[in-house]
């Protein structure tokens, strides 16, 4: 019984532009996505953080918390 090795590919140049669509082909001015409320904070206590983020205090405030990477 013999075993078959699958072929292996190189990717080349030419080949990575081919598997690349053109920036132009991809323009829409159709929203993608959009998020509303949203928080990324980095920390030890994130949640906490968020919670003070959500009733008014800046990033400045919750520097002990975490670091808000993402308020929106």
Aim: aromatic share 2%; hydrophobic share 35%; net charge positive.
């Amino acid at each position: 019984m013999t075993s078959k090795v699958p072929a292996t590919r190189t990717v080349t140049e030419k080949s990575k532009a081919q598997m690349v669509p053109s920036t132009q082909e991809n323009v829409t001015e159709e929203i993608a996505v959009s998020a509303k409320n949203l928080y990324k904070v980095f920390g030890r206590r994130p949640k906490e953080a968020v919670e003070r983020l959500q009733h008014g205090a800046s990033r400045d405030e919750i520097t002990e918390l975490g670091t808000a990477a993402v308020i929106d």
